[in-house]
Structures are given as structure tokens and as C-alpha cells.
């Protein structure tokens, strides 16, 4: 199966910047698409940015101008580049991939999740 493995967060003052990084374990095909959510305490689950197979990418309009989404394919790793950080950005960030991979003696898709990393912006 496809595992997905996160780092990057912890704590940063506000106007501050993090990286985040998700990289994909197994035998994978293709990716069609890979992404960041985040989850504030007491709040549902977000999508936060996206990118596709053909390198499209969308954001959530709190973090347009802010983050950038990334992807180095020979890595099988996703970033997530965070910058003027505020308070409001304080969650779990959780990586998502989709595509096809190989496990289990065929090919299949996959739409598997990170453990999520904790970021918190407090001065």
C-alpha cells in the first residue's frame, strides 16, 4: 500500500514561515493528484491547496498569496511552502495523494492520508 509520511511542523511566531513535506512510500504509477488540508480545533477538516498530475494548482482563498504548493516527482514528495503566517493558520496539516500504485498483486488506486503534522503560530 501507499504510506504517506509528513514533517515540517511546529511552532512559529506570527509573520513567520514553515515548510511542509509529505513523502510517498510504494510502488506508485502516477500520482493524479496530491494535497494539504488542515484541521483547526473545533472546526471540520479543510482543503487548504492542491496540485494536479499536470502541475494545476488551487488554494483555499485564506491562503492565496501565501502558500505555495509544490512537487518534486522523482522524490515522490509534496511541500507545502507557508509564509506570513498568523494565528488563524494554527491546525494539523494533513497531506493527501491519489493515483495508482501497485500492492497487493495488481495495480489499484490509492486515496490515502498522513498522521498530520502540528502547526502552531502564537507569539
Known amino acids: 500500500q501507499v504510506q504517506l509520511v509528513e514533517s515540517g511542523g511546529g511552532l512559529v511566531q506570527p509573520g513567520g514561515s514553515l515548510r511542509l513535506s509529505c513523502t510517498a512510500s510504494?510502488?506508485?504509477?502516477?500520482?493524479?493528484?496530491m494535497a494539504w488540508y488542515r484541521q483547526a480545533p473545533g472546526k471540520e477538516r479543510e482543503l487548504v491547496a492542491a496540485?494536479?498530475?499536470?502541475?494545476?494548482?488551487n488554494y483555499a482563498d485564506s491562503v492565496k498569496g501565501r502558500f505555495t504548493i509544490s512537487r518534486d516527482n522523482a522524490k515522490n514528495t509534496v511541500y507545502l511552502q507557508m509564509n506570513s503566517l498568523n494565528p488563524e493558520d494554527t491546525a494539523v496539516y494533513y497531506c493527501?495523494?491519489?493515483?495508482?500504485?501497485?500492492?497487493?498483486?495488481?495495480?489499484?488506486?490509492?486515496?490515502?492520508w498522513g498522521q498530520g503534522t502540528l502547526v502552531t503560530v502564537s507569539s
Open positions: 493527501n495523494a491519489r493515483g495508482v500504485a501497485y500492492y497487493s498483486g495488481s495495480s489499484r488506486s490509492f486515496d490515502t
Open positions: 510504494g510502488i506508485i504509477f502516477r500520482f493524479n493528484a
Open positions: 496540485i494536479t498530475s499536470g502541475d494545476s494548482t
